[in-house]
C-alpha cells in the first residue's frame, strides 16, 4: 500500500516544485493555494508513515502511532478547510459577495483540533489490514463532511454568478473527495483519503492555478488595459480637441486653430487603423499629419515625399513609418535643432519588391552606435521585447516587418555620403488581398 | 441667383457656432436660417424652414441624423443633405449612400474645403436644372460655355481660350458663371474633372497616371493632390474603396 502514497507525494510534490518555481501575483487566492500545497505535502508523507506505523503495532512504540495518527487526521482537517478557503475566495470574487461563514468554519477547525488530538485512539486488526478507529476520528470526519456540504452549498447557491469552467472545477473536485471519502467510509482498510486531496489539489492546479493559465489572464488584463487606452479615450480626446480648435478660431487664432486640426487628424488615424497591414496611402496620411506637426514646432525643418503614386495600394506593415521617421527626428535631427530636411520616397526595386527609404540630413551615426544598432536590427529575434528605450520604435517595426512579409524584407540603415542617414525597408510588393 | 437657405444640425453648440461665424457664407451666397440640436428639432425646422441645404451629424439625441433625413427624403425631395461627421466608418457611409445625400464630410471640418462642398452643391443643382430646361427654353449662353468644358476638358482651358472661342470677354464669362452658377470659373472646371477622373476611376482600370491625363492634368502629382483635396482621399484609395463595397 505504501507504494500509492509515495506516488501520490511524488505527483504532489512535482506540481508544488512547478507551482512555485513560477512566476504569479501574490494574490490571496493564490497564497491560499500555496498554503494548501505545503499542507497536502505535509499530509501525503504523515499518510505514508501511518500506513507504515499502522501495519507494524507491535515494533512501533503506542505513543508514536498514536501522535502520527492525530497529526495526520489534524492535517487533514487543515486541508479541507483549506479547500473551503479557496473555494470561499473564488465564490467571493466571482460574485462580489463577503464571506460570512469564516467564523463558524473557524470555530469548527479549532474543535476538529481538539477532539482530534484529546479523545482516545485504537486501533482494528483485520486480515485485510489494519486501520485506525475509536471517538478521536469521528470530530476531523464530521468537519471534513462539513466542509464539503459548505462547498457545495456555497456552489449552489451562487451557481448563476460563477464562470461555467471554475464552476465545473470545483464542481468534480468536490464529487471526486465526496465519492473518495464514501468509499473509504466503507472500506475502512483501503486507506485511500490521501487520493482524494491529491487529485482535488490536481485538479485545481490543473484548471486555475497553473503558470500558463495565470498568464494568459494577465495579458488579457494588459491587453483590456491598452484597449481602453487606445480605443475609448482618443475618441473623447480628438473629439474635445476639434470643440477647442472651433473655440480657437472663434476666437481668431488660426495658428492654433490649425495646430489643433492637425493633432485632430494624428488621433483620428491613428485610433483608426487596427488591421495589421494597411495601404501605403493610408500609412502616409498619418505620417504626413505627423510631419506636419513636427515642422510646425520647429520651422526649420523640412519634409519631402517622393512617392509612386501606382504603389499607393501597397499592403504595408502598419505603423512602420511614423516610428521610423521619428527616430530620424530624435537621433539625427534633434541635436542639430532640428535643422534639415527628411526625404521619404517610396518606389519599385526589382521584382515584385518595393522599397520605402527615410533619408535625413542629421548628424549621423557616431561609430559604434552603427555597429550596435545593425547588430541589434540583424538578431532582431534574440532581443527581448522591450517596452520602454531607445531603440524599442525600429525594432519593434523590424520585428514586424520580418514576421508579417517575411525573413527576406526588413529594415537597414545606411550612411548618406553627404551626412545623416538613410533607413531602408524593404518590402515585398502585394496589392490588396481579398 | 437667390441665396441658399441652410439648416445646421449638431447637438454640439461649438461646432453650430464654428459653422456659423467661421464659414463664410455670403461669399458662398448662402445664409444660415435655422439650427437645430436634436433629431426631433431637425424634423420640425427641415418642415417649417424648407431649407435648400442641411448640414447634419449623425449621431444626435432622440433620433439619429440618418433616420431624419430617411423620414425628410420623401417630403422634401429638393432639400440637400450634407452628412457631417466624425463616424468616418464603412456602415455608416453605404447607408449615407443609399439615403442619396449630397456629401459626406468628416469632422474636424475645414471650413475652406467646406467652401468645394458648397460649389459642387450648385454645381449639381446647376447641372439638374439645366437637364431639366434644355428641352423647352432657347439655349442660354452659360450652357454652351459648359457643354465646351465638358467635351474640352481634357484639353488646356483656361478663361481666355473660351473667350476666344466664343467671342467674349473673359471678365463676361467670370461673371457668367459666378451669376448662373453660384460659383468662380476655376471652381466649376475642377468639379468637372474631378467628376470625370472618378468615372474613369470607376468605369476603366487605367493607371492613375493616365486618369490623370484625361481629366486635364499633365502633371499626376498635382492630379493626385487636388483630389485628395476634393474627395479626402487619393484616387488609388477612390478606387479601392469602390471595389470593396461592391
Known amino acids: 500500500m505504501l507504494r500509492m502514497e509515495i506516488a501520490l507525494f511524488l505527483v504532489l510534490a512535482f506540481v508544488a516544485y512547478i507551482y512555485f518555481s513560477a512566476e504569479k501575483e501574490q494574490a490571496v487566492l493564490h497564497r491560499t493555494f500555496a498554503g494548501l500545497l505545503v499542507t497536502a505535502l505535509a499530509h501525503m508523507v504523515l499518510d505514508g508513515i501511518t500506513v507504515y506505523t499502522v501495519h507494524h503495532l507491535e515494533t512501533v512504540p503506542r505513543f508514536l502511532n498514536d501522535a502520527v495518527h492525530r497529526l495526520f487526521l489534524g492535517s487533514m482537517v487543515l486541508v479541507i478547510y483549506l479547500f473551503y478557503q479557496y473555494i470561499a475566495i473564488l465564490v467571493e470574487e466571482e460574485t462580489g459577495k463577503s464571506r460570512r461563514l469564516d467564523w463558524p468554519a473557524r470555530i469548527f477547525l479549532v474543535i476538529a483540533e481538539m477532539g482530534n488530538f484529546l479523545l482516545p485512539i485504537s486501533y482494528t486488526v483485520t486480515p485485510e489490514g489494519n486501520y485506525s478507529s475509536g471517538p478521536y476520528m469521528l470530530v476531523p470526519y464530521g468537519a471534513v463532511a462539513f466542509y464539503l456540504l459548505l462547498c457545495a452549498g456555497l456552489l449552489a447557491v451562487n451557481r448563476k454568478q460563477i464562470d461555467k469552467k471554475k464552476k465545473s472545477v470545483i464542481g468534480i473536485a468536490l464529487a471526486i473527495e465526496f465519492i473518495v471519502c464514501v468509499l473509504q467510509g466503507l472500506r475502512h482498510t483501503w486507506l485511500i483519503s490521501g487520493m482524494g486531496i491529491t487529485l482535488m489539489t490536481l485538479s485545481f492546479y490543473l484548471t486555475l492555478e497553473n503558470p500558463e493559465a495565470l498568464r494568459s489572464e494577465l495579458m488579457e488584463q494588459k491587453m483590456s488595459m491598452l484597449y481602453l487606452k487606445s480605443q475609448v479615450n482618443p475618441h473623447f480626446l480628438y473629439n474635445t480637441l476639434d470643440t477647442i480648435r472651433i473655440q480657437a478660431q472663434l476666437n481668431g487664432d488660426t495658428k492654433v486653430a490649425d495646430l489643433l486640426m492637425r493633432l485632430v487628424d494624428f488621433f483620428r488615424l491613428s485610433v483608426k487603423v487596427d488591421r495589421p497591414m494597411v495601404t501605403l496611402d493610408d500609412e502616409m496620411e498619418l505620417l504626413e499629419a505627423y510631419t506636419e506637426l513636427m515642422c510646425y514646432r520647429y520651422p526649420e525643418l523640412c519634409c519631402e515625399y517622393d512617392i509612386d503614386p501606382d504603389l499607393g495600394g501597397a499592403q504595408v506593415p502598419n505603423f512602420i513609418l511614423q516610428p521610423i521617421v521619428e527616430n530620424s527626428l530624435l537621433h539625427g535631427l534633434k541635436n542639430k535643432g532640428y535643422r534639415g530636411r527628411v526625404t521619404i520616397s517610396a518606389q519599385r526595386v526589382g521584382d515584385g519588391e518595393m522599397e520605402i527609404c527615410v533619408r535625413d540630413t542629421g548628424g549621423g551615426f557616431s561609430s559604434d552606435v552603427k555597429a550596435g544598432i545593425d547588430e541589434m536590427l540583424h538578431s532582431y529575434a534574440k532581443q527581448p521585447p522591450k517596452l520602454s528605450g531607445n531603440s524599442i520604435g525600429i525594432l519593434n517595426v523590424q520585428k514586424r516587418v520580418k514576421l508579417l512579409c517575411g525573413r527576406e524584407y526588413g529594415l537597414s540603415y545606411t550612411e548618406n555620403e553627404a551626412g545623416g542617414v538613410t533607413a531602408h525597408i524593404l518590402l515585398p510588393l502585394k496589392e490588396e488581398t481579398k | ?246
Open chain 2, 1 to 246: 441667383m437667390k441665396k441658399l437657405r441652410v439648416l445646421l444640425v449638431d447637438d454640439e453648440i461649438m461646432i453650430r457656432e464654428g459653422f456659423k461665424r467661421l464659414f463664410d457664407w455670403d461669399a458662398h451666397d448662402c445664409e444660415v436660417v435655422g439650427e437645430a440640436a436634436d433629431g426631433m428639432e431637425a424634423l420640425a425646422k427641415i418642415d417649417s424652414l424648407q431649407p435648400d441645404i442641411a448640414i447634419m451629424d449623425i449621431n444626435i439625441p432622440i433620433m439619429n441624423g440618418l433616420k431624419v433625413i430617411q423620414m425628410s427624403r420623401l417630403k422634401h425631395p429638393d432639400t440637400a443633405f450634407v452628412i457631417v461627421s466624425g463616424y468616418d466608418d464603412f456602415s455608416y457611409c453605404r447607408e449615407a449612400l443609399r439615403l442619396q445625400i449630397t456629401d459626406y464630410i468628416l469632422k474636424p471640418v475645414n471650413y475652406e474645403e467646406f467652401g468645394t462642398c458648397i460649389d459642387n452643391l450648385k454645381i449639381a443643382l446647376f447641372q439638374r436644372q439645366a437637364s431639366q430646361q434644355d428641352l423647352f427654353q432657347e439655349e442660354r449662353a452659360i450652357h454652351g460655355l459648359t457643354r465646351y468644358l465638358q467635351e474640352h476638358l481634357a484639353e488646356e482651358i483656361s478663361l481666355s481660350v473660351l473667350a476666344e472661342q466664343f467671342h467674349l470677354s473673359a471678365q463676361y464669362i467670370s461673371q457668367l458663371f459666378k451669376s448662373e452658377i453660384g460659383v468662380n470659373f476655376l471652381a466649376y472646371l475642377t468639379n468637372i474633372r474631378m467628376e470625370r477622373a472618378k468615372k474613369l476611376l470607376l468605369t476603366t482600370s487605367l493607371p492613375i497616371a493616365q486618369v490623370s491625363e484625361q481629366s486635364g492634368y499633365g502633371d499626376y502629382r498635382v492630379f493626385t493632390k487636388v483630389f485628395k483635396k476634393s474627395e479626402g482621399i487619393t484616387p488609388s484609395q477612390y478606387r479601392r474603396d469602390f471595389l470593396e463595397k461592391e
